[in-house]
């Protein structure tokens, strides 16, 4: 994730302990701050059920209603919470599918929150009336991620089911009104950009400060949407406007958690904003994002997934490559397998990508960015990843070279030491 409104607008957000090693910044008593990225343990994407109530055009994992699937039972998730805990993970996030229309979804919250773990719900909201929002206030839920790609008719098109945007509309309220945090997550495509304003007035109207803006992956349904997806000039115009608008309410004294995901390049793209706008944040932004390392420490290192069926795969979208089956090995034995070589490449990225990822200046920053869009359209998870949307001459390949971050801040680390 590349939080704009901590990089470009310098805001204090919850996750900056786990993102950038930033003490007093949400941590919890006995959460450690991690001294660096690559130690950190996996925030556990887990598709507790293919079930789901709607039918979303580019869902990365092909559910919906009466799909089958083997999921967990109660008792072997409840082990593997257990193991997750022991193994000392920040985070498990059920996704689905739609997760609450698993029964035992609230059991499986409360055994999650008893160990000790934070909680967090990824949903579209459709299912969250008053009395389901205030039970996940009193499971101590630590966050509720709602999915919404548009306006009105434009998120019911990509939910393809009718009324799905005021439903979600009011799960949010629900959610509000219970007091559970609460945000939204989107995914860019050339059916949605065009509401980046509309989506931005949105939070505004409805006092939503968080809000994490997905680039698209080919994966599952998404397979299907390669036309949909944002050109390189596009994906710069949307980040361009995403960040005048978090400065614009940062400006309006309003306090904002605004982050970009699945292209690390982002984090890159905002330093060179702040090198043409001779901002004096430029240095500390390096510092930063080469801590964090962008996908180096991402998939298969910060991030894990369980899905339906048991197995583990190194994020979410890599759903082509197993790891390993939790019915067979703990997740904490399958995530510490030192001879799995999809993860022994991950965890050394560097000896690995090609082209000109590898020869990019602001590797330390990016790391190579989504190796499984890479693998989805090329096949090779080691090629560039297809979305960087750098020019050459800006990540120093070109004629004219653009500044090195050491040249912004004396000792600050250069890109390829």
């Not at 310098?10 to 701050?33: A, F, M, N």
């Not at 997550?185 to 109207?205: A, C, G, M, S, Y």
């Not at 801590?291 to 197995?311: L, P």
Request: include cysteine; glycine fraction near 10%; hydrophobic fraction near 35%.
């Amino acid at each position: 994730m590349i939080n704009i409104s901590k990089l470009y607008c310098d805001q204090i957000t919850p996750g900056d302990w786990l993102r950038y090693g930033r003490k007093g910044s949400g941590e919890r008593q006995g959460e450690v701050v991690p001294a660096q990225a690559s130690e950190r343990r996996p925030i556990v994407v887990w598709n507790i059920t293919r079930n789901c109530n709607l039918r979303c055009v580019h869902c990365y994992n092909d559910s919906g209603a009466n799909k089958s699937c083997n999921e967990v039972s109660t008792t072997e998730a409840k082990t593997v919470i257990d193991d997750l805990a022991d193994f000392g993970v920040p985070s498990v996030l059920y996704s689905g599918g739609e997760p609450l229309m698993r029964p035992d979804l609230f059991d499986l919250i409360e055994h999650t929150v008893g160990r000790g773990l934070r909680a967090v719900i990824s949903t579209n909201g459709t299912l969250i009336e008053p009395d389901t929002a205030r039970r996940i206030k009193q499971l101590g839920v630590s966050y509720v991620g709602i999915s919404l790609d548009g306006i009105g008719p434009i998120n019911d098109t990509f939910r393809g089911v009718a009324g799905a945007f005021e439903r979600a509309v009011r799960g949010i309220r629900n959610c509000q009104d219970a007091g559970v945090r609460v945000g939204l997550r989107l995914t860019l495509t050339r059916r949605n950009v065009q509401d980046l304003e509309q989506l931005f007035d949105f939070f505004e109207i409805e006092g939503i400060e968080r809000a994490c803006f997905y680039h698209f992956v080919p994966s599952g349904r998404g397979g299907a949407m390669a036309d949909d997806d944002l050109t390189h000039a596009e994906s710069r115009d949307a980040l361009d406007r995403i960040m005048a608008k978090v400065k614009y309410l940062k400006e309006a004294g309003r306090n904002t958690d605004i982050l970009t995901v699945d292209n690390h390049v982002d984090g890159v793209y905002l330093y060179l904003r702040l090198l043409a706008e001779n901002s004096p944040r430029a240095a500390e932004v390096w510092k930063l994002l080469t801590w964090n390392g962008g996908g180096m420490y991402s998939s298969g290192v910060g991030i894990g997934c369980i899905d339906y069926n048991g197995k583990v795969h190194p994020d979410q979208f890599w759903w082509h490559h197993d790891l390993g089956d939790i019915r067979e090995r703990p997740f904490s034995e399958i995530w510490s397998d030192p001879d799995e070589p999809l993860l022994k490449g991950l965890r050394d990225r560097r000896s690995h990508v090609k082209g000109r990822c590898r020869l990019c200046k602001f590797f330390n920053g990016c790391g190579g960015s989504l190796r499984v869009r890479a693998d989805l359209a090329l096949n090779d998870c080691w090629a560039p990843d297809p979305a960087c949307y750098l020019t050459d001459q800006e990540i120093g390949l070109g004629d004219l070279d653009t500044p090195e971050p050491a040249a912004v801040e004396k000792g600050s680390p250069s890109p390829g030491q």
